[in-house]
């Protein structure tokens, strides 16, 4: 539903969209409930596919509530 109290009209507030995700690139990806460092190879976390916040996996991904990215530039790309 759309956010009337944010300052954005546009602006949505909705669960986070996650997904297993590895990072090659080599830099440091923290996590954004816990800002520990994600460690690993492969899958090293999740990331949202609306805003591109980074959780651990479990506890850290449970307390990533809500998401307030613009949900139509989300869209925009899944419709690509």
């Known amino acids: 539903y759309n956010d009337w109290r944010g300052s954005t009209p546009n602006r949505c507030v909705r669960p986070h969209v996650f997904e297993n995700n590895t990072w090659v690139k080599p830099k ?3 996590c954004h409930i816990c800002h520990k460092v994600l460690w690993g190879v492969v899958n090293q976390g999740k990331k949202c596919k609306v805003c591109s916040k980074a959780v651990h ?21 899944v419709e690509d």
């Open 28 to 30: 440091l990806v923290h």
């Open 57 to 77: 996996h479990g506890k850290c991904e449970a307390k990533a509530l809500w998401c307030g990215s613009m949900y139509d530039a989300f869209m925009a790309d």
